[in-house]
């Protein structure tokens, strides 16, 4: 235990010289050897532009608005701060959701989760699927117990609302991923009642692959504008 309480001494100790120009590899980050393995193993060594632009930005703390084009690797730019952000507080299930990322359909969470769950594997995080087509009591006995949650908004909305006992009182960072998509289909509202009922001293990182007016009322909604950087990788 001692040995990772000084570990992430040394980690947050570098935060504050992150500068992209000087990433070449994930390994120039100051990641957990537990996330840099699952990199490892999973033959991600270089980083992509989005994941050279916000992962620093993400791990020092700052809310996040990145726009990049679909392909451009914007799944391990959050799933990399998630993991960190929890590491570094030794999150365990006891303390319950820890980091939720919303995602606008069943495949592309399922996919999220798949890769949660390879570049993951060498840390203690319980992580649940949330979106429809579930059992819904059993997801409700496990909910409290989760620390990452990859979900769809409809469902996740459904156990705010129906589920005794669930709270996300305790969430450190959230995840909008394909915002522009949620939005295309029809979740606006649902994402605000979702917005609404999470505490506002998280952390949130928000993902799209274009930068509509819709997505602008949604990020004006969930980022904190105090703490907030821009990223665009496209233009
Ligand atoms: P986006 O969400 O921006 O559409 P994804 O996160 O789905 O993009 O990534 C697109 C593809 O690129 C995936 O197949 C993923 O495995 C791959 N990829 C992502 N980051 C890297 C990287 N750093 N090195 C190599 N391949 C990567
Ligand atoms: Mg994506």
Not at 74 to 90: G, H, M, R, S, V
Not at 115 to 136: C, E, I, N, P, T
Request: overall charge neutral.
């Amino acid at each position: 235990l001692e040995q990772i309480d000084t570990e992430i001494a040394s980690l947050k100790k570098r935060y504050e010289e992150i500068l992209p120009a000087n990433i070449k590899k994930f390994s120039d980050f100051p990641l957990s050897q537990r996330t840099l393995g699952g990199l490892t193993n999973s033959k991600y060594t270089v980083p992509t532009d989005i994941q050279r632009e916000s992962i620093g930005l993400a791990l020092k703390g700052h809310d996040v608005l990145a726009s990049a084009k679909t392909g451009s690797g914007k799944t391990l730019a959050f799933i990399i701060p998630i993991l960190e952000c929890l590491y570094c507080q030794k999150w365990s299930s006891i303390d319950g959701l820890g980091a939720l990322v919303i995602s606008p359909t069943r495949e592309l969470a399922y996919q999220t989760f798949a890769v949660l769950r390879r570049v993951g594997k060498q840390h203690d995080f319980s992580a649940g699927l949330v979106v429809g087509g579930m059992d819904l009591k059993v997801e409700s006995k496990k909910i409290n117990y989760t620390n990452i949650i990859i979900c769809t908004p409809g469902r996740f909305l459904q156990h705010m609302d129906e589920t005794r006992n669930f709270t996300a009182t305790n969430l450190q960072i959230l995840v909008l991923d394909e915002a522009d998509r949620i939005l295309d289909l029809g979740f606006s509202e649902t994402m605000n009642a979702i917005i609404e009922n999470l505490p506002p001293s998280r952390q949130t990182l928000l993902f799209s692959a274009t930068q509509t007016r819709s997505v602008k009322d949604l990020a004006r909604l969930s980022l904190n504008n105090d703490n907030l950087f821009y990223v665009s990788v496209d233009e």
